[in-house]
């Protein structure tokens, strides 16, 4: 059966919400990054042409980049949310690797917190939820 980004958002808020420890708080701030990714993905594929990717490396800096510089009119209807969608998902990134990468870096619940409403606010703004 197909994953969508709702499930891995679904699995975020569940994991938080069982865990109480610091392993639990970097999984949920994981699949609350890639419920994002995956949904800002998706809004991205449904833009008439895609963004400028720059200088940024790995595909998930280039999404995010591309989102950020939209290759479509800035009057065009999505525009303003493919940056707003961008610079969110910056920065649940920046958390996410830190949760993944950096692990003498404590993680807090705060943190798992931050990233599943950061979470939800891509998934509405791509009308994933």
Known sequence: MPVKPRDLFDS???????????????????????????????????????????????????????????????????????QSIGYILRDIYKLRVTSDYHLAEGVEADDAEEAILTSEKILKSCKCY
Not at 37 to 66: C, D, K, W, Y
């Open 12 to 82: 975020a808020r569940l994991i938080r919400a069982q865990q109480l420890n610091e392993a639990g708080y970097r999984a949920a701030i994981n699949r609350a990054y890639y419920a994002a990714f995956h949904a800002a993905r998706s809004f991205h594929s449904s833009l008439p042409m895609p963004g400028r990717v720059g200088t940024a490396n790995g595909r998930h800096e280039q999404l995010i980049a591309q989102l950020i510089s939209p290759g479509i009119p800035s009057d065009h209807p999505k525009y303003y949310d493919s």
